[in-house]
T-cell receptor
């Protein structure tokens, strides 16, 4: 079983602060994705990383895939209330057909 | 395209009743996934289809759960009989490429919130 552990489980910060959330596993993945889910909605894809050590930036969000492709991190700079939501990582093996999701990090950014 | 469409958005039913959840994937997507989300267990994959054929149903909790995909534009998830522990948000998602592909992106519906009392 591919197990993805996310930390922290909950995070509450003030607007303007920086934060990092983590996604860790003992398994190697060919690709890892980060999704954001808002209340009452389904998850929406933010990014896909596929190469060990890869870093991708999406405005104030920076995603990194570990060198061994077992872990990933999401860093948000100068968080805004609009960043509030549930952040999920999902890992898959090459053309596996399905992904395994982590338990998620619930982020609250207070104005 | 309107995205993945699920119905109903909310369902409240009594224990023992049959529940049917419906999903219309994005046109042209060959992969369809059913997930269940709860606070305790997070987002769990129940079953997925490729070209209308069930590929992996190892996540289906028990025989009370069944899923069908009679054509490329429609899928159902049925629970019979329903139990209170089935209460959760059920998501349908579709994708053009398989998960694990560099190009893949799963598009999720808005979910069906099921409450079994």
């Amino acid at each position: 079983t591919q197990l993805l552990e996310q930390s922290p489980q909950f995070l509450s910060i003030q607007e303007g602060e920086n934060l990092t959330v983590y996604c860790n596993s003992s398994s190697v993945f060919s690709s890892l994705q980060w999704y954001r889910q808002e209340p009452g909605e389904g998850p929406v894809l933010l990014v896909t990383v596929v190469t060990g050590g890869e870093v991708k930036k999406l405005k104030r969000l920076t995603f990194q895939f570990g060198d061994a492709r077992k872990d990933s991190s999401l860093h948000i700079t100068a968080a805004q209330p609009g960043d509030t939501g549930l952040y999920l990582c999902a890992g898959a093996r090459t053309n596996a057909g399905k992904s395994t999701f982590g338990d998620g990090t619930t982020l609250t950014v207070k104005p | 395209d309107a995205g993945v469409i699920q119905s109903p958005r909310h369902e409240v039913t009594e224990m023992g009743q049959e529940v049917t959840l419906r999903c219309k994937p994005i046109s042209g997507h060959d992969y369809l996934f059913w997930y269940r989300q709860t606070m305790m267990r997070g987002l769990e994959l129940l079953i997925y289809f490729n070209n209308n054929v069930p590929i992996d149903d190892s996540g289906m909790p028990e025989d009370r759960f069944s899923a069908k995909m009679p054509n490329a534009s429609f899928s159902t998830l049925k629970i019979q009989p329903s139990e209170p522990r089935d209460s959760a948000v059920y998501f349908c998602a579709s994708s053009f490429f398989p998960q694990g592909s560099v190009h893949t992106e799963a598009f999720f519906g808005q979910g069906t919130r099921l409450t079994v009392v």
